[in-house]
Nanobody, 123 residues
Framework: QMQLVESGGGSVQDGGSLRLSCADS????????LGWFRQAPGKQREGVAL????????YYSDSVKGRFTISQDNAKNTVYLQMNSLKPEDTAMYFC????????????????WGQGTQVTVSS
């Protein structure tokens, strides 16, 4: 069974940094894409950063490019999201996501979800 567990969320001031972690405690199928989505109150769930596993490409939404960095530790089955220069508009629930196949920006194409970790940025 796939189990994704997020950590690292919290509250920071405008311009602060946070590092999110997502650990895969077990998997039954090969995951080709790992990453992060977020959902703010009243908003649709949107892709933030995705990484094609096995040395593949990384993808970022326009709103976070240059500020966020996604990385993967294969030995630990963990994906990270380093978030720098955080803005109030980054405030959202952040969800770890996994998919078998190519990376997809559409939330309905994701195969597995974590429970989410809250990120709040105050101005």
């Amino acid at each position: 069974q796939m189990q994704l567990v997020e950590s690292g969320g919290g509250s920071v001031q405008d311009g602060g940094s946070l590092r999110l972690s997502c650990a895969d405690s077990g998997y039954t199928i090969r995951t080709d894409c790992l990453g992060w989505f977020r959902q703010a109150p009243g908003k649709q769930r949107e892709g933030v950063a995705l990484i094609q596993t096995g040395g593949g490409s990384k993808y970022y939404s326009d709103s976070v490019k240059g500020r966020f960095t996604i990385s993967q530790d294969n030995a630990k089955n963990t994906v990270y999201l380093q978030m720098n220069s955080l803005k109030p508009e980054d405030t959202a629930m952040y969800f770890c996501a996994a998919r078998s196949g190519s990376c997809q920006w559409d939330w309905w194409a994701i195969d597995y979800w974590g429970q989410g970790t809250q990120v709040t940025v105050s101005s």
